[in-house]
């Protein structure tokens, strides 16, 4: 059988796995990939994959870098299913409908702005429509952690808690080929352990093969207890203040950690009588969606519900529906807090509260995520003295503070301990989901520690399994 890589390869997005067996093939993932300069180029469908003869489709969790091309399936006929965890199913439902609204909008916007005749520009084009989105997510089937299910002539899968964000999951397939079986464990996202409300990753017992994500393959994270002092500080110090507190989120994860943490604090410390703006559609939907998942809570979430308190929400949390609500924020003082998308302050409700808020050194922004190269969450960090929002040149006077503990993905040590948990050890390794350093770094690492020698692929490679 044969495994090419249609993404994650030598970088973090655009996760895509074909699997083809003499019987079956299968896609795992079918992710966006977002931020490099040939993006665009990457994500045009690889004619490689054959809708109409495509058997399955197994998604391991919500995240756009994951699921974000899955609609192009359905927009190019495929009707097989698409075997996700319920909650993914519904996350997934939540953030596609998004990105369709998105790249709507980015086209139309690049369609006013074209020179007139075009001048050769490419004005991009929208991947796919929000029917296309309805279309494949029809197509789902939702398979629960640990039951496992045959999804094509000789493939059956099985989920296990990968601990990354709500319904985030590590596949194991087990594939039967010429009398012989192999187990194929796609790692998925792996999150750190300790993460809230959800349950720390359970590796598969065993597998033959691993294919194992490096995102943070090169180091160890700072511990959340410290990042979680520094929260502590920074909004007791807002209480006594007038100023604002903007704190840029991804819609699934980052926010609904926020929410659990800040509410954790809100329920004993000063911060308690400072109100809290939630102002992100997609992370009220997601935060609903969170809500929905009581059976996924991890024994400290649990624990939390017994005692008559709602992880997720607490007093001073306020929820801003509409883009009026939202404005309104601009005209209310402080002291408060505004958690909103998007993550990297590349578009979302961020960014009319940075252009109002960055003049003014009263108000403080919290880096809570990666930032990429090139955002503006970036310049932030990098402590520009000026910024661009809304083609405005914005002075920065805020305080920037980079709280760097609420990672989403497993440190290198953890990394290893996931490998190390497959006994017996697999006897080939893959090495995905990285940038090359990281991936170098950990590939090093299984070889002195574990003895695997791991294969890292580019994109486009095929690999013999
Ligand atoms: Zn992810």
Same mark, same amino acid.
């Not at 699997?19 to 040939?38: C, K, N, S, W, Y």
């Not at 916007?109 to 004005?123: C, D, N, T």
């Not at 306020?318 to 609500?325: F, Y």
């Not at 998308?341 to 050194?361: A, D, V």
């Given at each position: 059988?044969?495994?090419?890589?249609?993404?994650?390869?030598?970088?973090?997005?655009?996760?895509?796995?074909?699997?083809?067996?003499? $019987?079956? $093939?299968?896609?795992?993932?079918?992710?966006?990939?977002?931020?490099?300069?040939?993006?665009?180029?990457?994500?045009?469908?690889?004619?490689?994959?054959?809708?109409?003869?495509?058997?399955?489709?197994?998604?391991?969790?919500?995240?756009?870098? /994951?699921?974000?091309?899955?609609?192009?399936?359905?927009?190019?006929?495929?009707?097989?299913?698409?075997?996700?965890?319920?909650?993914?199913?519904?996350?997934?439902? &939540?953030?596609?409908?998004?990105?369709?609204?998105?790249?709507?909008?980015?086209?139309?916007?690049?369609?006013?702005?074209?020179?007139?005749?075009?001048?050769?520009?490419?004005?991009?084009?929208?991947?796919?429509?929000?029917?296309?989105?309805?279309?494949?997510?029809?197509?789902?089937?939702?398979?629960? @952690?640990?039951?496992?299910?045959?999804?094509? *002539?000789?493939?059956?899968?099985?989920?296990?808690?990968?601990?990354?964000?709500?319904?985030?999951?590590?596949?194991?397939?087990?594939?039967?080929?010429?009398?012989?079986?192999? !187990?194929?464990?796609?790692?998925?996202?792996?999150?750190?352990?300790?993460? *809230? &409300?959800?349950?720390?990753?359970?590796?598969?017992?065993?597998?033959?093969?691993?294919?194992?994500?490096?995102? @943070?393959?090169?180091?160890?994270?700072?511990?959340?207890?410290? !990042?979680?002092?520094?929260?502590?500080?920074?909004?007791?110090?807002?209480?006594?203040? !007038?100023?604002?507190?903007?704190?840029?989120?991804?819609?699934? %994860?980052?926010?609904? =950690?926020?929410? @659990?943490?800040? %509410?954790?604090?809100?329920?004993?410390?000063?911060?308690?009588?400072?109100?809290?703006?939630?102002?992100?559609?997609?992370?009220?939907?997601?935060?609903?969606?969170?809500?929905?998942?009581?059976s996924l809570f991890d024994a400290e979430a649990r624990e939390m519900l017994d005692q008559g308190h709602n992880p997720l929400h607490f007093p001073m949390l306020r929820?801003?529906?509409?883009?009026?609500?939202?404005?309104?924020?601009? =005209? !209310?003082?402080?002291?408060?807090?505004?958690?909103? %998308?998007?993550?990297?302050?590349?578009?979302?409700?961020?960014?009319?509260?940075?252009?109002?808020?960055?003049?003014?050194?009263?108000?403080?922004?919290?880096?809570?995520?990666?930032?990429?190269?090139?955002?503006?969450?970036?310049?932030?960090?990098?402590?520009?003295?000026?910024?661009?929002?809304?083609?405005?040149?914005?002075?920065?006077?805020?305080?920037?503070?980079?709280?760097?503990?609420?990672?989403?993905?497993?440190?290198?040590?953890?990394? &290893?301990?996931?490998?190390?948990?497959?006994?017996?050890? *697999?006897?080939?390794?893959?090495?995905? /989901?990285?940038?090359?350093?990281?991936?170098?770094?950990?590939?090093?690492?299984?070889?002195?520690?574990?003895g695997l020698d791991a294969a890292r692929p580019v994109l486009g490679e095929t690999i013999e399994l």
């Amino acid at each position: 059988m044969r495994l090419t890589f249609f993404g994650a390869a030598g970088e973090v997005t655009g996760s895509t796995y074909l699997l083809e067996t003499d $019987r079956a $093939r299968i896609l795992v993932d079918f992710g966006l990939h977002q931020g490099e300069p040939e993006a665009d180029e990457h994500n045009e469908f690889p004619d490689a994959i054959d809708p109409a003869r495509l058997d399955a489709v197994v998604l391991t969790h919500a995240h756009l870098d /994951h699921c974000g091309r899955l609609p192009m399936l359905a927009q190019r006929g495929y009707r097989g299913v698409v075997h996700a965890t319920p909650a993914t199913i519904r996350l997934a439902d &939540i953030i596609l409908q998004d990105a369709a609204a998105l790249q709507a909008a980015d086209a139309e916007r690049a369609q006013r702005h074209a020179p007139p005749g075009g001048g050769g520009a490419r004005v991009p084009r929208p991947l796919y429509s929000p029917e296309d989105v309805r279309s494949v997510i029809r197509l789902f089937r939702g398979l629960d @952690y640990g039951h496992e299910a045959a999804i094509a *002539p000789g493939i059956a899968v099985r989920f296990f808690d990968a601990g990354h964000i709500l319904g985030s999951a590590s596949a194991l397939l087990t594939v039967r080929e010429h009398g012989t079986t192999t !187990t194929i464990a796609f790692s998925g996202d792996i999150g750190p352990r300790g993460i *809230p &409300i959800i349950r720390d990753p359970a590796p598969p017992p065993t597998a033959d093969v691993m294919i194992l994500e490096s995102t @943070y393959g090169d180091r160890d994270h700072r511990s959340r207890e410290a !990042t979680l002092e520094e929260l502590h500080a920074i909004l007791d110090g807002c209480a006594a203040q !007038t100023g604002k507190v903007l704190i840029p989120a991804f819609a699934i %994860g980052r926010t609904q =950690d926020l929410i @659990y943490e800040i %509410g954790r604090m809100c329920r004993t410390g000063a911060c308690r009588r400072v109100p809290i703006y939630l102002d992100s559609p997609m992370g009220i939907e997601a935060t609903q969606a969170y809500r929905a998942s009581v059976s996924l809570f991890d024994a400290e979430a649990r624990e939390m519900l017994d005692q008559g308190h709602n992880p997720l929400h607490f007093p001073m949390l306020r929820i801003t529906r509409t883009a009026e609500e939202s404005r309104r924020l601009n =005209d !209310t003082p402080g002291p408060l807090v505004v958690i909103a %998308g998007s993550g990297m302050c590349t578009g979302g409700r961020i960014l009319h509260h940075l252009r109002h808020n960055l003049p003014s050194p009263t108000t403080q922004v919290l880096i809570v995520g990666y930032q990429g190269e090139g955002t503006l969450g970036r310049r932030l960090v990098d402590h520009a003295p000026e910024v661009r929002i809304h083609g405005q040149t914005v002075p920065v006077r805020a305080r920037i503070h980079t709280l760097g503990g609420f990672s989403a993905h497993a440190g290198q040590s953890q990394l &290893i301990d996931w490998a190390r948990a497959l006994n017996p050890s *697999p006897t080939r390794a893959i090495l995905t /989901h990285g940038e090359p350093k990281a991936r170098d770094a950990l590939h090093a690492r299984l070889k002195r520690e574990i003895g695997l020698d791991a294969a890292r692929p580019v994109l486009g490679e095929t690999i013999e399994l």
